[in-house]
């Protein structure tokens, strides 16, 4: 079974060799095992699509204002196609979904900056300049994935990957305001002289250009909740969730041409970008000629900003990889870490280049995409349960004869590899409430009906979660990305001001889940108001560490984070940054354990992310107990979407052992007599991990 811990070993190539070892023996399987999912796999594959394709269209909106029409979205989209293809094909692991991210936006910016204030290199030779820094970048990564510097990643802990990603929120935020913000100004590459220009018109284009952002981010971020709303089928609100951020996009496209007949051209603002076929678009694909131009005093200065990108890639792959293969997906297949760093060298040579940006691993999008495919799995598997179990009802079969035949059926599903041993998963123990309520009316033995067994609900608390590994929906992803390449005028239609839109959504949308966001929260709550944080999920630290200890914490990841921040608007200091995080690596084992308590330092920074129970209250009558203990009827992808995270797509950890009063009471003596894979221990965190119990305990 996968996981995602390591040995540390720092033997030449032997990391290497493993990953190769174990991926070759099951290369044939991720192929043949999306093969066989059928027409459904087309729907993981659109879902992670569009949660690749709009943050490079809008990143590449931002690197073409920042660098001045060097680089547009027509490089970010072929890097995140090129990159995704490639790794999907010869990978190590699949569910990895690659992109070109908002660090590497921030790294370019920086280096162009640099560039253009040097006489000797200047905007002409930027991106030959850059070719030499990739040439850099890719010999270090490939350095670090033979010396197996994969080995220390579980060394990142939360204090660097929750403070990295609210540092990447920040920079969305910031990219955001400053785009509006300009949407009232004089574009740089605009003739001044246009009627658009106009002071008069040019307040409209703002004031518009704020419509349509707060328009954007209001709509996308309530169509993230929808499958909480309570109006509308399942599978509508499904939709909305899944969906719903592309279709806003597209939405206020239409409203944005709403005035197109009462305003001059060039209100509202579009997306620049010149056509992949235009004439003078394809001089990027070139710049390997130009590369020897560069001086030679650039060429090894080019070694110091290639050091920071190596860093940082290291950080952001191995970290997306880390979290695309959490311990709760209960993956069979092993994991590719130090082959996939690898990859990512020669894959990085491979944009300098062709001067494209490199692709490296992203998060949120590759926890999503292994959510995506636990979902389709879930529904393959419930689907031949659900058949089984209604044939065995109608055979009048009792309830442990149900149950064995339940259980061949899902052994019947799983397909082992060469290598490995059957699944020991299996299916969970039947409910305690339904083996107390077949004991309590005398229908242990006799035929079992839908009053002792639910069929539509019952179902899926047996399940674990399970993966769907395969490669189709990667390539395939990868593929539409690249076709996004082709539909290139009809992207340019989307107005600026929507993108950043779409920036403000990103950042919020990063912070729930974020446990340091969680923290701050925490610290502006008013001391009288604190007790309702213990009113919903809520992290264990709020219970186990005292709130002094909290607020010290806090405000050092705060003053570092701001530090970090500070550094970004440092022109030559900038690509300083990935190194400020990799320093927090040796700060948390060995500055921070002399100022807090090994245990308090534990449930700060944990491994997991680990949630206690609300705190209900409990004044309600008899009627309100009998509708909260209803068990209402839901599909896996609602499930799976309330027990992830959307900042980094962590599981969340249900009912923690090390709170006082959280477990559940130990099942009744006669329960194994019924069921004998029922276990007799007090339920662990992990076992309702596709319920999410609000039950008062």
């Avoid at 929750?162 to 785009?179: N, R, S």
């Amino acid at each position: 079974m996968a996981t995602s811990k390591m040995e540390e070993t720092f033997v030449p190539f032997r990391g290497i060799k493993k990953d190769l070892k174990g991926r070759l023996l099951c290369y044939k399987q991720d192929w043949t095992s999306g093969i066989r999912a059928g027409i459904r796999i087309l729907a993981p594959t659109t879902y992670i699509f569009f949660a690749s394709a709009i943050p490079v269209i809008s990143f590449g909106e931002q690197l073409e204002r920042d660098t001045e029409g060097s680089l547009t979205a027509v490089q970010t989209l072929a890097s995140t196609a090129l990159c995704g293809i490639i790794h999907s094909i010869v990978g190590g692991q699949p569910l990895l979904i690659l992109g070109v991210a908002e660090p590497t936006v921030l790294m370019y910016t920086f280096m162009f900056k640099f560039a253009k204030d040097q006489k000797d290199l200047g905007q002409p030779l930027f991106l030959a300049w850059t070719g030499w820094v990739c040439v850099w970048t890719a010999l270090l990564l490939v350095l670090l994935s033979v010396l197996g510097a994969c080995s220390i990643i579980n060394r990142f802990t939360r204090v660097a990957g929750e403070l990295f990603g609210l540092l990447i929120a920040m920079l969305f935020m910031q990219q955001a305001i400053k785009g509006v913000v300009e949407e009232f100004g004089i574009p740089k590459i605009e003739d001044a002289n246009q009627l658009a220009l106009q002071p008069s018109w040019r307040f409209g284009n703002g004031m518009f250009a704020l419509v349509l952002s707060f328009g954007l981010l209001i709509t996308a971020l309530k169509s993230r909740k929808a499958r909480s709303w309570r109006y509308g089928a399942g599978w509508l609100r499904g939709f909305i969730a899944d969906y719903g951020v592309p279709v806003m996009v597209v939405v206020w496209t239409g409203v944005s041409y709403m005035p197109v007949n009462d305003v001059p051209k060039g209100i509202p603002r579009r997306l620049f970008s010149p056509n992949p076929w235009s004439p003078g678009a394809y001089t990027n694909w070139t710049v390997a000629k130009e590369i020897l131009n560069v001086p030679i005093v650039y060429i090894f200065g080019a070694f110091i900003p290639a050091t920071m990108i190596a860093v940082l890639y290291y950080f952001d792959h191995s970290v997306a990889s880390q979290l695309a293969q959490q311990k709760e997906f209960n993956l069979k297949k092993p994991s590719s870490y130090h082959y996939d760093l690898l990859l990512l060298g020669f894959l990085t040579l491979l944009c300098g280049l062709l001067g494209i940006p490199p692709a490296n691993g992203v998060i949120p999008q590759s926890p999503m995409h292994t959510k995506s495919l636990a979902t389709l799995k879930h529904q393959l598997l419930r689907r031949k349960l659900v058949d089984t179990a209604r044939q065995s009802i109608s055979k009048n079969s009792n309830l442990s004869e149900l149950y064995e035949n339940m259980q061949q059926a899902y052994d019947e599903m799983q397909t082992p590899l060469a290598y490995q041993i059957p699944s020991s998963l299996g299916l969970k123990e039947l409910k305690e409430s339904t083996i107390q309520q077949a004991s309590s009316t005398g229908c242990i033995n006799a035929p079992v009906d839908e009053t002792v067994f639910d069929i539509d609900k019952d179902i899926d608390d047996l399940l674990h979660v399970e993966v769907k590994e395969q490669r189709l929906s990667n390539v395939l992803q990868a593929l539409m990305v690249g076709g996004c390449l082709a539909a290139m005028p009809f992207i340019k239609k989307i107005p600026t001001s929507v993108l950043w839109g779409y920036f403000a959504f990103m950042a919020i949308e990063s912070l729930p889940g974020n446990q340091f966001w969680e923290r701050i929260l925490l610290l502006f709550t008013a001391p009288s108001r604190r007790y309702k944080v213990l009113e919903e999920h809520h992290a264990t630290f709020v219970e186990t560490v005292p709130f002094k200890t909290v607020a010290a914490f806090t405000l050092f990841q705060t003053v570092y984070l701001l530090a970090c921040f500070g550094i970004t608007w440092i022109p030559i200091a900038g690509v300083l940054f990935p190194l400020m995080i990799m320093l927090l690596v040796p700060a948390r084992q060995y500055l921070l354990p002399k100022f807090f308590k090994g245990a308090h330092l534990q449930d700060l920074d944990a491994a997991e992310y680990e949630e206690a129970s609300a705190t209900y209250n409990m004044t309600f009558g008899e009627d309100d107990v009998h509708s909260r203990t209803r068990t209402p009827q839901v599909d896996s992808a609602e499930v799976l979407d309330e027990i992830m995270t959307r900042s980094r797509g962590e599981v969340r950890h249900i009912n923690s052992l090390k709170v006082k009063g959280l477990t559940q009471t130990p099942i009744d003596d006669t329960k194994p007599a019924y069921s004998p894979r029922i276990s007799q221990q007090v339920d662990s965190p992990h076992l309702n991990e596709l319920r999410v119990d609000k039950i008062p305990k």
